[in-house]
């Protein structure tokens, strides 16, 4: 029975993360995960432009999940209260796909290139948040502050859920969320104040 492009694409990916952890990312060619996966080099090829791809294939599906959420999201909410209204909306996405997530994540962390591949992704994926922001009518500069601080959050709150998942990833994206709006009301520092026009 022939696997339709679906199943051959999860079946590279799981392949590669296989081999990834046996052998290092470094160590693995696209023809090893090919032939793992019981198809061509010439279809991996089909699938994904290099290795290094397969591990990223994620972020289109969780950025088209996104933009749904934050096109549908209830008028009158602030820039920030829209993107963690979508990210909670894609928890069962994320959950669902935690199988993957989590071996891909430790393979990033210990390699140096794809670890700045994430560092670039994340920050394509900002700036399409800020875009959507955008045409939900915010002006430009709280777009991009709103895209930026909410990515950074939803990343440091996936990272954590993927490293110990006792706390559930929608309490880790609340303390997010409580953690940015404590920011803006928190109390100056002793330094702070020294340096202050009516200090000394």
């Known amino acids: 029975m022939a696997l339709g492009d679906k199943d051959v694409r999860v079946r590279l990916q799981q392949s590669a993360l296989n081999l990834f952890a046996e052998r290092g990312y470094e160590r693995t060619t696209a023809a090893e995960i090919a032939a793992r996966a019981g198809v061509t080099e010439r279809t991996f090829f089909r699938h994904f432009p290099d290795k290094r791809e397969v591990l990223f294939d994620g972020a289109a599906v969780l950025l088209s999940a996104l933009t749904g959420f934050i096109e549908t999201a209830p008028d009158g909410l602030a820039p920030l209260d829209v993107l963690f209204f979508a990210f909670n909306a894609v928890v069962p996405l994320l959950e669902a ?101 009516e200090a000394g």
């Open 97 to 197: 796909n935690r199988h993957i997530s989590h071996p891909r994540q430790e393979i990033i962390a210990a390699t140096p290139a794809l670890a700045e591949r994430e560092l670039t992704k994340h920050a394509a994926m900002a700036h399409a948040l800020a875009k959507l922001l955008q045409l939900r009518g915010v002006s430009h500069l709280p777009a991009e502050l709103a895209g930026h601080t909410g990515m950074a959050a939803f990343a440091q709150a996936t990272t954590a859920w993927l490293d110990d998942p006792a706390i559930a990833l929608s309490e880790r994206l609340d303390l997010a969320y409580v953690g940015l709006k404590a920011l803006w009301s928190a109390p100056t520092r002793a330094a702070d104040a020294q340096t202050s026009p």
